[in-house]
């Protein structure tokens, strides 16, 4: 029994973003801030936005998605994150609390902003650790800046942690990468997304994100000041800031630091924009998707010995386009002996604690001087499994990949008993 599709595959473009993306290359006004031809417009676009251009017209699709006030779009994740710094004021050798387990933009992003990442622990739903958070605000009273990363959408305790930071003046922002449709609290209220507990969100559209534009990302806010700074850091200068579609109306709030702000040159450009425009609008059906998939998965490996897989956080909702579980009583030799069990069976697992995994703290060497000593962190990833659903799995393929993890498992004949490690969870 082997499985045969590719677990990298990313979702394909929209006919219509395709339409879209060819008029575009065909007139060759890719630069947002260009010309504008009437023409490049879907049928259903509102006639009064036949002059903007299509980067503005995601901002605000997406702005009406996400429920944020403003919108603007970059060119990655990991851009987003590192403006969102520079225009809560950042200054060089400041420090930020961050996720020790995340991806590497994470960290990285502080680092380009000239600060220092603050890493704090993860718990076993794959969060941070409030325990630990709470005593590092204790021990490091001088640190006023979190980028809170929703890693693989596990979203953590958001309304405890907006309290402690308000509290403590940190200030929040949220790695919504993997964020994206995630609700919070979603019996209670309609449109209760992720990405409202800070003041600055961070989105990506890269390949592997919910949206599909290779590479790209975007900045969220309600904050007037905060949103004229980032239209302008992003690269708008002059008056190009009149072209944006999801801004603050007062001119005055650029007038007044446009001289202050650099232009750091992270623009998105149109023909990304129209490969991702008519993407806003499928979000929802491939959350559908992914989640009834991700939910039978659950259900087909839930009571496998050996195999603990963590549970949302109250009030979070979570929406799958990959599971994580934890291989438990599991020696290094039993995770590398499951995983390349699962390999020979087409079914690709990573682990996030091994060898050169972007997700391993241990590999951020360019953002400390010692490795920081994060042992609940360090234990988890060891043993921590990832295995991406992507769209094109149906829940056939499903029932073949939990069987097959099954019957690795059962082949492995491992002790029931025996604790191979430290670890238990
Ligand atoms: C992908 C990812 C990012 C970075 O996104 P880019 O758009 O590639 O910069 C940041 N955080 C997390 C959790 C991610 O998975």
């Known amino acids: 029994m082997k499985f045969t599709k590719s677990f990298d595959a990313p979702n394909p ?13 065909e007139n060759g006004m890719l ?4 010309h504008v031809d009437n023409d490049i417009t879907f049928d259903d676009d509102d006639p009064a936005h036949a002059n903007e251009s299509e980067v503005s017209k995601l901002e605000l699709a997406f702005s009406q998605y996400t429920g944020h006030k403003y919108v603007v779009a970059v060119n990655s994740c990991g851009s987003a994150m590192f403006i969102a710094l520079k225009a809560m004021g950042i200054q060089p050798g400041d420090k930020v609390f961050t996720n020790g387990f995340t991806f590497t933009a994470v960290p990285s ?36 800046y979190f980028i809170l990363s929703h890693m693989r959408g596990h979203v ?23 964020g994206l449709g995630k609700r919070w609290n979603a019996e209670d209220h309609d449109n209760n997304f992720v990405g409202h507990h800070c003041e600055i969100a961070c989105y990506s559209s890269q390949s592997h994100k919910m949206l599909n534009s290779g590479e790209g990302g975007f900045i969220a806010t309600d904050d007037k000041q905060l949103a004229a700074y980032c239209i302008l850091a992003a690269g708008s200068y002059e008056q190009l800031y009149k072209k944006h579609l999801s801004r603050p ?16 040159s992270l623009r998105m450009n149109n023909l990304t924009a129209a490969i991702l425009r008519p993407q806003i609008d499928l979000i929802d059906e491939r959350i559908a998707s992914y989640k009834e998939k991700h939910d039978r998965l659950i259900e087909l490996l839930t009571g496998i010995e050996h195999i603990f897989i963590p549970e949302a956080v109250d009030n979070a909702e979570h929406v799958g386009d990959s599971l994580q579980f934890n291989l438990v009583d599991f020696s290094n030799d039993n995770v590398n002996d499951f995983v390349s069990r699962c390999a020979d069976k087409g079914v690709k697992i990573q682990i996030f604690g091994i060898d050169d995994n972007a997700r391993d703290f241990r590999n951020w060497q360019y953002s400390f001087d010692e490795t920081p000593d994060l042992e609940n962190t360090a234990d988890i990833i060891a043993c921590a499994c990832d295995l991406r659903l992507p769209m094109t799995f149906t829940l056939e393929d499903i029932e073949l990949i939990g069987t097959i993890i099954n019957e690795v498992i059962d082949d492995m004949s491992l002790p029931s008993s025996v604790k191979l490690k430290k670890q238990s969870i």
């Open 31 to 34: 630069y947002r801030y260009g």
């Open 156 to 178: 953590a305790e958001l309304d405890k942690i907006q309290a402690l930071c308000d509290e403590n003046n940190i200030r929040l922002i949220e790695d919504c990468a993997h």
């Open 13 to 25: 473009i929209p006919e219509k973003g395709i339409r879209n993306a060819i008029k575009l290359m």
């Open 249 to 264: 109306a007062d001119d005055a709030l650029f007038e007044n630091i446009k001289f202050e702000v650099p232009n750091f």
């Open 109 to 144: 992003s502080i680092v380009h902003a000239n600060a220092i990442p603050v890493y704090l622990e993860c718990n076993d739903q794959y969060v941070v650790d409030l325990d630990h958070f709470k005593e590092q605000i204790k021990q490091q009273p001088d640190v006023k």
